[in-house]
C-alpha cells in the first residue's frame, strides 16, 4: 500500500485528520495500465496522536515517513515561534491504526536556522535511519549533513552531504546499489530564504526546454548512500514539465514505483495533485 501524509495530524483543537491516507498498489498499477481508470480514494487510517498534539500548531507538522514492516519512522517539524526544528518519532501500524509513542521521541536541532525549514526527508538502509535537512545550498548550509540513526533512532552518526541548492523535500528507499532518489525543488519566492547559489547541477547538465522558460525548479536528482557520504549520482536529473501558466507545484511527496517510475504528490500549491512520472 501507498501510504499518504498530511502535514496536520497532532492537533487537539480538531483541525487536523488524525488520519493517514492508504492507496493499495493494485489500484494504481489498474490505473496507469488502464484497467480502471475512475478516480482513486484512498482508505483513511486513524492515527493515534495522545501525548503528540503540541506538534499540530501551525506551520508544524508531519513531513517525512518510512515503512520497515509494520514499523513506521516519522519526521515531524516544530515551530515553537523562534526557531525550527525537527523531531522523529517510531510507531506502528497494528493492522487497524498507526500509533506513535512519545517516549521514542528525539529533537535534531536545525542546520541552517531557517524558517520552516527541517529534517524533510527520511529513510532507511537495511539496518538504520537517516533524515536529510531541507536546505543544503552553499550560502546557506556550510556543512550539510545527513543525520544516521539506529532502528532505535539513537543517534549514530553525521554523514556528509554535497551542496545542492535549492530545497529538498523528500527521498526514496534505497535500490540494490543504495541510490535513491529525492524531489529538488524551488519556488523564486523563497530566493530570500534560500539565498541560492550557481545552479552547478543545471551547469553540469542543462536545463529542460520549460525550465529555460522560467526560474521555478522541479526535478528529480539520483544520490548515492555509503555511512562516509552520500553524493550525487552523474547522471542528468529528472526535469518535470514546468505548467508555464500555474504556480510552482510544490513537490512534497516521492515513491519510487518497480522499475516502471516514480508516484509524486504536491501539497496544497498550487492544488494537490497526484501523478506519476515514468523513466
Request: with cysteine.
Amino acid at each position: 500500500k501507498l501510504v499518504l501524509l498530511p502535514q496536520y495530524v497532532f492537533n487537539k483543537n480538531n483541525i487536523a485528520s488524525g488520519k493517514f491516507y492508504l492507496i493499495d498498489k493494485a489500484r494504481i498499477l489498474n490505473y496507469l495500465n488502464g484497467k480502471d481508470t475512475l478516480a482513486i480514494k484512498p482508505q483513511s487510517v486513524k492515527v493515534k496522536t495522545d501525548g503528540l498534539e503540541e506538534f499540530g500548531r501551525y506551520g508544524s507538522g508531519c513531513e517525512a515517513i518510512a515503512f520497515d514492516d509494520d514499523t513506521c519512522y516519522l519526521s515531524v517539524e516544530i515551530n515553537d515561534y523562534s526557531s525550527t526544528n525537527a523531531i522523529l518519532i517510531k510507531g506502528y501500524f497494528n493492522g487497524t491504526k498507526f500509533v506513535f509513542n512519545p517516549a521514542t521521541e528525539i529533537q535534531v536541532k536545525s542546520q541552517t536556522g531557517i524558517p520552516n525549514i527541517s529534517e524533510e526527508a527520511l529513510s532507511l538502509t537495511p539496518e538504520n535511519v537517516f533524515t536529510i535537512h531541507e536546505a543544503n545550498g552553499k550560502n546557506v548550509n556550510k556543512n550539510p549533513m545527513s543525520h544516521f540513526y539506529g532502528r532505535k533512532l539513537n543517534f549514530i552518526s553525521e554523514i556528509p552531504m554535497p551542496h545542492i541548492e535549492y530545497r529538498i523535500t523528500d527521498a526514496t528507499y534505497l535500490d540494490t546499489a543504495d541510490n535513491f532518489w529525492v524531489i529538488n525543488y524551488f519556488f523564486p519566492g523563497d530566493a530570500h530564504d534560500l539565498k541560492p547559489a550557481n545552479d552547478e547541477i543545471a551547469k553540469k547538465f542543462g536545463l529542460g526546454k520549460t525550465h529555460l522558460k522560467a526560474k521555478r525548479v522541479e526535478r528529480l536528482l539520483e544520490l548515492h548512500f555509503s555511512k562516509k557520504k552520500i553524493t550525487l549520482v552523474n547522471r542528468s536529473p529528472l526535469y518535470l514539465k514546468l505548467n508555464l501558466k500555474e504556480d510552482a507545484r510544490n513537490w512534497e511527496g516521492i515513491a519510487k514505483l518497480d522499475d516502471k517510475g516514480f508516484l509524486l504528490i504536491t501539497d496544497t500549491y498550487p492544488r494537490t495533485i497526484f501523478g506519476f512520472v515514468s523513466f
